[in-house]
């Protein structure tokens, strides 16, 4: 039995569709698009739903998309495994406890996905983007572990890092003797997810990287303190000294922290795909 198996049993499980997909490298080009489709075509309900969002203001066209291999062709595979994972996650979250915790969670979560993108989007590391992104949106996925596990305990948790200068893993290891990004890590091993995103969960947050993802791990730390910046962050503590090393490992500057702070949240909000994101997740 994995350690973590008593904070994931009360998670809802991920549909196996959806799990396929996200198993599939992002350099897996053997995969034809009629293959994706005969994948997705599986569950009718996500089929309606990605043809939804590719009809929507993000994938604005003249003539209605129709056709599940035309949005795949049109989107691109890297684009159609951020939406099922969107669409996924979305329903995912309707069956887990409702609060003003996960609420926040999934804003926190949403702002940290978008702003990975965007870094690499920035650094013309277009391969990477849609990675970043998927990476950002799970990164934080063991605190919704815990907090499921026992949501009265992680309020106590919460409650008691209030005005105390103390990173939120710090405080979880004293309740669980673990941390989020080890039972997130090991909740995406568990849906056969890639090593990237495994990594990212367990390793965000520390310069202490052994992932060969490193470059992508740092991405989303960086993006997880931003994220804060822009009023999207979740109860942390201090983090100035991690993003000072942050800022030289990722060859950011201060103004492009300034960037953040002052110009991206303008064109964060007016997204067309975070305002879909807000519908899906946001109650």
């Known amino acids: ?51 939804k969002v590719a009809n929507s203001a993000l994938y604005a066209r003249q003539s209605e998309i129709g056709n599940l291999q035309v949005a795949i062709s049109l989107l691109g595979f890297k684009n159609i495994k951020s939406l099922v994972l969107l669409i996924t996650a979305s329903q995912f979250s309707k069956e887990l406890k409702t609060s003003e915790y996960m609420t926040n969670f999934w804003r926190h979560s949403i702002a940290t996905a978008f702003i990975a993108k965007h870094i690499m989007h920035r650094k013309k590391d277009r391969a990477n983007e849609e990675t970043a992104f998927v990476a950002g949106l799970l990164h934080d996925i063991g605190q919704a572990a815990l907090f499921q596990s026992d949501p009265s305990l992680y309020a106590e948790l919460l409650e008691s890092i209030e005005g105390v200068d103390e990173n939120i893993e710090v405080t979880e290891r004293k309740f669980y003797e673990t941390d989020h990004r080890e039972v997130g890590a090991s909740l995406l091993s568990n849906w056969n997810f890639p090593d990237v995103y495994v990594d990212s969960a367990r390793e965000h947050n520390t310069l202490n990287i052994n992932s060969k993802h490193k470059k992508l791990v740092l991405t989303i730390t960086l993006a997880d303190i931003l994220s804060d910046y822009i009023g999207y962050g979740q109860r942390e503590g201090s983090r100035d000294d991690l993003l000072k090393n942050v800022l030289v490992l990722t060859n950011h500057s201060e103004d492009d922290l300034e960037y953040f702070k002052a110009e991206y949240l303008e ?17």
């Open 1 to 51: 039995m994995d350690k973590f198996d008593k904070y994931i049993k009360n998670l809802p499980i991920i549909p196996d569709v959806a799990s396929k997909i996200m198993s599939i490298a992002d350099d897996n080009f053997n995969i034809s698009f009629k293959e994706l489709e005969e994948i997705i075509m599986i569950d009718p309900m996500l089929t309606a739903r990605i043809l």
């Open 267 to 283: 064109i964060f909000e007016e997204d067309p795909l975070f305002k879909e994101c807000q519908r899906l997740f946001i109650k």
